[in-house]
């Protein structure tokens, strides 16, 4: 009979740590450690193939997996305009590695990147070069990076501002 062995890890943290011995093609986890993952970490899995050659069992190459759970929605907190700029603040969130501010002219528009925010300090994006009396609308959503992939939260709700 063959089965294949799940090991896990924190992203770069620590040694792997056995999770399942599994005989079917597809598994779900739902916690590492007894600990449910939460949104917006990162985690490397690896696997490999085990079959038993008399009496003992022979692993086979392990693959290695990077997956990154669905950052946490930020909350826009607070709205500010100037003649021609405005300034968008947003919750702050503890596993993301940073934020992008979409922003809008009128209700009508089309939400087009306005800035990426990589500090996870910073709470805040000015938007400058804009229309004067004009109402925009703004949004944020959050991304978790691990390595070379990108995980990227849904967005918040639509606010609007209007310039001075």
């Known amino acids: 009979m063959a089965a294949s062995v799940i090991y896990g890890r924190p992203y770069g943290k620590g040694s792997y740590v056995k999770l399942k011995t599994v005989t079917?093609?597809?598994v779900k986890l739902t916690a590492f450690q007894g600990k449910k993952f939460k949104a917006g970490t990162a985690w490397q899995f690896q696997a490999?193939?085990?079959k038993k050659q008399k009496n003992s069992w022979v692993s086979g190459k392990k693959t290695t997996?990077?997956?990154i759970t669905t950052p946490e929605t930020p909350s826009v907190v607070k709205t500010s305009s100037g003649k021609n700029s405005v300034k968008v603040q947003w919750k702050k969130l503890s596993n993301a590695t940073g934020y992008q501010v979409y922003l809008a002219k009128g209700k009508n528009g089309k939400f087009a990147l306005a800035a990426t925010v990589k500090k996870t300090a910073s709470v805040s994006?000015?938007?400058?070069k804009l229309?004067?009396?004009t109402d925009y609308y703004v949004k944020?959503?959050?991304f978790k990076t691990a390595g070379k992939k990108t995980v990227y939260s849904t967005f918040s709700k639509a606010r609007k501002v209007r310039t001075k």
């Open 140 to 142: 944020v959503r959050s």
């Open 65 to 67: 997996l990077t997956v």
């Open 24 to 26: 079917q093609t597809s």
């Open 131 to 133: 229309d004067r009396k």
């Open 48 to 50: 490999a193939a085990q």
């Open 125 to 128: 994006a000015v938007l400058k």
